[in-house]
């Protein structure tokens, strides 16, 4: 039998346009008839030199987002996601920062919020009822552009599947840039600034953390003699960096795995909130594994 030809959705080129610009950088078309076509693109890096190991005693200093610069606009970001808990952590991480916050519980109350409320920048999440992010965001995209309205509003899609394409399924549905779940709070505000031109007011944290023998007698098993609200709630104190809120937690674990409240709270005095973020992942996939 004979092969079939199908033809492209031509947004291979659309997709590798926006992936360019998402970098800062700019793509260059030259096409000669009958020879063909070059794309040239050009990206802002830097020499790195020499990679130097990071110890104990050159490690930066941690950077803590505090505020926004004075002198900028208050903004409005919608929060569509079908988790309440989800929607929560977002909210926390946000509104410190003086956002002013939307919530959507599916993709068909996103357009309805986004028509009303007009946001800067909405956070999509992929997987929600009724409509999922992708046909949200482009029912959003093909109303935006029916009403003439500009500049058109940024969209994060956050998800929590690692698939290789779905990166490019969430560009080719009008996406602006992409977050993997669990999201943390360095890459959400990193995303959110970059998209919305902000200017962020930092507070140095000068304690290094340090690595030692009880790091690593620390399994995600572990945690398992608790609940798994428990340790969902001491993913989101670590996700939000709120050592009162983790330290009020750990006092909560039995008197018989003392061993283990000690560990945790070396990590946390110590700074080592990824640890804690690495262990309370690990775990959540084997409770909902």
Same mark, same amino acid.
């Given at each position: 039998?004979?092969?079939?030809?199908?033809?492209?959705?031509? $947004?291979? /080129?659309?997709?590798?346009?926006? =992936?360019?610009?998402?970098?800062?950088?700019?793509?260059?078309?030259? #096409?000669?008839?009958?020879?063909?076509?070059? =794309?040239?693109?050009?990206?802002?890096?830097?020499?790195?030199?020499?990679?130097?190991?990071?110890?104990?005693?050159?490690?930066?200093?941690?950077? @803590?987002?505090?505020?926004?610069?004075?002198?900028?606009?208050?903004?409005?970001?919608?929060?569509?996601?079908?988790?309440?808990?989800?929607?929560?952590?977002?909210?926390?991480? $946000?509104? +410190?920062?003086?956002?002013?916050?939307?919530?959507?519980?599916?993709?068909?109350?996103?357009?309805?919020?986004?028509?009303?409320?007009?946001?800067?920048? !909405?956070?999509?999440?992929?997987?929600?009822?009724?409509?999922?992010?992708?046909?949200?965001?482009?029912?959003?995209?093909?109303?935006?552009?029916?009403?003439?309205?500009? +500049? +058109?509003? @940024?969209? !994060?899609?956050?998800?929590?599947?690692? /698939? %290789?394409?779905?990166?490019? @399924?969430?560009?080719?549905?009008?996406? %602006?840039? =992409?977050? #993997?779940?669990?999201?943390?709070?360095?890459?959400?505000?990193? @995303?959110?600034?970059?998209?919305?031109?902000?200017?962020?007011?930092?507070?140095?944290?000068?304690?290094?953390?340090?690595? %030692?023998?009880?790091?690593?007698?620390? *399994?995600?098993?572990?945690?398992?003699?608790? #609940?798994? #609200?428990?340790?969902?709630?001491?993913?989101?104190?670590?996700?939000?960096?709120?050592? *009162?809120?983790?330290?009020?937690?750990?006092?909560?674990?039995?008197?018989?795995?003392? *061993?283990?409240?000690?560990?945790?709270?070396?990590?946390?005095? *110590?700074?080592?909130?990824?640890?804690?973020?690495?262990?309370?992942?690990?775990?959540?996939?084997?409770?909902?594994?």
């Amino acid at each position: 039998m004979g092969q079939s030809v199908v033809d492209g959705t031509g $947004l291979g /080129l659309t997709i590798s346009s926006r =992936f360019v610009e998402m970098l800062r950088g700019n793509m260059i078309l030259c #096409s000669a008839l009958g020879e063909g076509s070059t =794309f040239r693109v050009s990206l802002p890096v830097a020499v790195v030199a020499e990679t130097v190991p990071v110890t104990q005693h050159n490690r930066p200093a941690r950077e @803590k987002v505090v505020g926004l610069m004075s002198g900028q606009r208050p903004h409005c970001i919608l929060i569509a996601d079908d988790n309440r808990l989800n929607r929560q952590i977002a909210r926390e991480m $946000l509104s +410190p920062l003086g956002f002013e916050l939307w919530e959507a519980e599916n993709g068909e109350e996103a357009v309805s919020q986004w028509s009303v409320h007009q946001p800067d920048l !909405i956070l999509m999440d992929i997987r929600m009822p009724i409509m999922d992010g992708y046909d949200a965001t482009e029912a959003i995209r093909s109303q935006a552009q029916a009403k003439g309205q500009t +500049p +058109p509003v @940024k969209i !994060i899609a956050v998800t929590a599947a690692v /698939l %290789d394409q779905e990166p490019e @399924k969430a560009i080719a549905a009008g996406c %602006d840039d =992409f977050l #993997s779940k669990p999201v943390q709070l360095n890459q959400l505000l990193e @995303k959110v600034g970059h998209h919305l031109d902000l200017a962020y007011r930092f507070d140095v944290l000068t304690t290094a953390p340090t690595i %030692d023998a009880t790091t690593a007698t620390l *399994q995600p098993q572990s945690l398992l003699v608790m #609940s798994d #609200s428990w340790i969902r709630s001491l993913h989101r104190a670590a996700v939000l960096c709120n050592d *009162q809120e983790m330290e009020i937690l750990l006092e909560q674990i039995p008197d018989q795995h003392q *061993q283990l409240r000690q560990t945790l709270l070396e990590q946390i005095q *110590q700074l080592k909130l990824e640890v804690i973020l690495e262990l309370t992942e690990a775990a959540l996939l084997g409770v909902e594994g």
